[in-house]
């Protein structure tokens, strides 16, 4: 079973996870994660933060000699932009974890909550997701994503303009991504029991990206207002490809598991909660009105968000994976993986 912790505050000295479970020699070298991480700092609208602080992780356990071991793997990235570490701040942020963080934690400076709230720590979300996407790219289960949609624009052309508008009038944008998972076995995840089914995990997973608003798969909210006739993918079975289906509006899961179809994925975002036209709000101290804290911040950040979907996904279905075939070391896991595909054929 794969787990992970991540600690670390977003202007704090650095970020650090540690992931558990991974099997033991799987190549792996920081400049994979390094890749990710780039990916994960791009996109039209992010903040000048993204331009200050180039991700880079150093990992400082549970490889050797560019291969796991089978023991934990501590990820470090270090914090470039921690200026603002020591910088009070009390005046209440809506659409943030500000006020009900403040009040649970009893707390009288919003910047220890936000520290910890803030999606900065999906930078080191993504570098635990690079290692799931390594393993998985071992069994050639490939995890990658799309923006469909920026505000209310479909069409890509206008998203540019989409956001140059939304920040010319101090405000932000959210949008739509789409995580696609090609290659996954069929009977990954089980029916057997609410929390192993992989729906439900990967709806999870998704949904805990900060600003995440909706999940859904396949066909998703679609299949409320149509008869079953157009929902349901026929079964067709033929010698060379096994079974199959003509359509694929169960987005790969059916039961809880893979059904061998590509899994699709749909998660929409809201807009970015801080808004350079600052929203009304209250101080925490003083409980007089005051207008909502502006820090540096981005405009719109579905492209970073879709890439952080692809990771928190990865980890999923490696779970799912290693669940299903076990083995400490990756050889192993590709043994078991083998017999199972022999036994489908
Ligand atoms: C990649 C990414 C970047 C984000 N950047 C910002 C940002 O610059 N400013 C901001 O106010 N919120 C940003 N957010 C959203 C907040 O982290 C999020 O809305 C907030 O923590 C409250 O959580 P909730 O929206 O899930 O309720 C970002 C989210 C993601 C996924």
């Given at each position: 079973?794969?787990?992970?912790?991540?600690?670390?505050?977003?202007?704090?000295?650095?970020?650090?996870?540690?992931?558990?479970?991974?099997?033991?020699?799987?190549?792996?070298?920081?400049?994979?994660?390094?890749?990710?991480?780039?990916?994960?700092?791009?996109?039209?609208?992010?903040?000048?933060?993204?331009?200050?602080?180039?991700?880079?992780?150093?990992?400082?356990?549970?490889?050797?000699?560019?291969?796991?071991?089978?023991?934990?793997?501590?990820?470090?990235?270090?914090?470039?932009?921690?200026?603002?570490?020591?910088?009070?701040?009390?005046?209440?942020?809506?659409?943030?974890?500000?006020?009900?963080?403040?009040?649970?934690?009893?707390?009288?400076?919003?910047?220890?909550?936000?520290?910890?709230?803030?999606?900065?720590?999906?930078?080191?979300?993504?570098?635990?997701?690079?290692?799931?996407?390594?393993?998985?790219?071992?069994?050639?289960?490939?995890?990658?994503s799309e923006v469909l949609q920026i505000g209310k624009a479909k069409?890509?052309?206008?998203?540019?303009?989409?956001?140059?508008?939304?920040?010319?009038?101090?405000?932000?944008?959210g949008g739509i991504f789409e995580?696609?998972?090609?290659?996954?076995?069929?009977?990954?995840?089980?029916?057997?029991?609410?929390?192993?089914?992989?729906?439900?995990?990967?709806?999870?997973?998704?949904?805990?990206?900060?600003?995440i608003k909706g999940v859904e798969?396949?066909?998703g909210?679609?299949?409320?207002?149509?008869?079953?006739?157009?929902?349901?993918?026929?079964?067709?079975?033929?010698?060379?490809?096994?079974?199959?289906?003509?359509?694929?509006?169960?987005?790969?899961?059916?039961?809880?598991?893979?059904?061998?179809?590509?899994?699709?994925i749909r998660a929409a975002m809201?807009?970015?909660?801080?808004?350079?036209?600052?929203?009304?709000?209250?101080?925490?101290?003083?409980?007089?009105?005051?207008?909502?804290?502006?820090?540096?911040?981005?405009?719109?950040?579905v492209?970073?968000a879709a890439?952080?979907g692809?990771?928190?996904?990865?980890?999923?279905?490696?779970?799912?994976?290693?669940?299903?075939?076990?083995?400490?070391?990756?050889?192993?896991?590709?043994?078991?993986?083998?017999?199972?595909?022999?036994?489908?054929?």
């Open positions: 079973m794969l787990r992970f912790l991540t600690a670390g505050e977003s202007h704090g000295p650095a970020l650090v996870a540690i992931l558990e479970g991974c099997p033991a020699n799987l190549l792996l070298s920081e400049e994979e994660i390094n890749r990710e991480l780039e990916r994960r700092q791009q996109g039209y609208g992010r903040g000048k933060r993204m331009k200050l602080e180039k991700d880079k992780v150093e990992i400082t356990s549970g490889v050797r000699a560019g291969k796991t071991i089978g023991s934990p793997i501590a990820l470090r990235i270090t914090n470039r932009s921690t200026e603002l570490f020591d910088k009070t701040i009390t005046r209440l942020r809506p659409g943030h974890a500000d006020l009900a963080g403040a009040v649970k934690y009893n707390q009288k400076d919003i910047r220890n909550i936000l520290e910890r709230a803030s999606a900065r720590e999906t930078a080191v979300k993504v570098a635990v997701g690079a290692i799931a996407k390594k393993l998985l790219a071992e069994f050639r289960i490939n995890v990658f069409n890509k052309t206008e998203w540019k303009k989409a956001i140059d508008r939304a920040a010319e009038e101090g405000n932000t944008l995580i696609t998972v090609t290659g996954a076995p069929v009977g990954l995840g089980s029916h057997v029991h609410w929390d192993r089914r992989l729906d439900g995990n990967l709806a999870r997973a998704v949904m805990a990206i900060p600003a798969i396949g066909l909210f679609g299949v409320a207002s149509l008869p079953g006739s157009k929902v349901h993918d026929e079964i067709f079975y033929s010698p060379g490809k096994g079974y199959y289906r003509a359509t694929n509006n169960a987005g790969g899961l059916e039961g809880g598991m893979t059904n061998g179809e590509p899994i699709i809201k807009p970015i909660a801080t808004l350079k036209k600052p929203l009304k709000s209250v101080d925490l101290v003083s409980k007089k009105v005051c207008e909502a804290l502006v820090e540096r911040s981005d405009v719109c950040a492209e970073p890439v952080i692809e990771a928190v996904a990865a980890l999923e279905i490696a779970n799912a994976l290693l669940e299903k075939f076990g083995g400490d070391a990756v050889e192993d896991l590709k043994a078991s993986y083998k017999y199972y595909l022999s036994r489908l054929a």
